[in-house]
DNA sequence: TAAATATGATTATCATGGTAATCATATTTG
DNA sequence: CAAATATGATTACCATGATAATCATATTTA
């Protein structure tokens, strides 16, 4: 992440972009501005979703398997495909929210390589219950942070 | 980090909205969007950093150095407050900077305790090598995701 | 000033990201 | 159809973030 807290000046950037005319100065600071605020949003969230006994990373899990209405499971290659993680992470991370029971891992009909992953009532109850205050914490930061 | 490529839809924030009138779902999802493209923005840098054998804090910890025109050194406390990361992250990640002669590390004088940091001029000289792509690589970024 | 507290740095330990290599099974192709 | 290639999952290993505990030294306070 980037948590700069004093971000490049206008005028170091500027003395950059005259090597390379072609960078946008704005565009560039606008862009430091927007690494800074999403890692201080991440951390905020993460610190919810400890107090919660879970992470962004197993939370996003939840939320894509929540979200497949006409399936009740998903390899796991797909939920890393979705989640945009790799697949190394993917095993680690579905490893541990079974150990949870938040999920259940099932092998797969018609191919033997694969796992089937499906959300319990457990874990269905338990991302019911923090959702809206993940929301409201993204809510509260946008309020916070806005001009 | 938020890789989440399909964020939750307009429809699924209304829902945790409706529960709290107060969470407004376009400054929800305008905050899911940063969060996604910030991630997107620092996984570019770090395979730019690691092209050169450098990851985004070591990178960080030179910028702050080379940015106090005042100062020759700062305090390894000093560096953390402004990169904003914890102190054994610091310590160890100054460990390699030094491993690699881009910094140096002395004894304050007046305090036996802590540690004070300076760019080598090796460290002078890669930094002046790297900014500039460094910038590039962002601009490069904006301009793809502009609409 | 002696005791209590604070601070700079470090160590130990854990969580989570990555890539490379491997295993088992599917699929494609010669 | 056998060999080559691709794919799902995992293991091993490394980088980088965090917190808690510790050590040494400064500073505050009783």
Redesign the interface.
């Known amino acids: 992440?980037?948590?700069?807290?004093?971000l490049?000046t206008r005028q170091?950037?500027r003395g950059?972009?005259e090597?390379?005319p072609?960078?946008?100065v704005d565009?560039?600071e606008?862009?430091?501005k927007?690494?800074r605020?999403?890692?201080l949003?991440?951390r905020r969230l993460e610190t919810y979703f400890s107090h919660h006994g879970i992470s962004?990373q197993r939370f996003?899990i939840l939320?894509?398997l929540d979200?497949e209405p006409e399936r009740t499971s998903l390899l796991a290659s797909e939920i890393a495909?979705?989640?945009?993680?790799s697949r190394p992470v993917m095993t680690r991370t579905l490893r541990s929210l079974v150990d949870e029971h938040l999920i259940t891992l099932s092998a797969d009909t018609s191919d033997k390589r694969a796992k089937q992953v499906s959300l319990t009532e457990k874990g269905k109850t338990f991302l019911a219950e923090i959702?809206?205050g993940y929301?409201?914490e993204?809510?509260k930061?946008?309020?916070e942070s806005a001009p």
Do not use: N, T
């Not at 992440?1 to 004093?6: A, P």
């Open positions: 992440m980037f948590f700069l807290k004093e490049p170091m950037i950059y972009a090597q390379y072609s960078a946008d565009s560039v606008q862009a430091l927007m690494m605020q999403a890692s949003l991440v962004q996003l939320i894509v979200r495909e979705r989640v945009d993680v959702l809206p929301f409201s993204i809510d930061f946008m309020k």
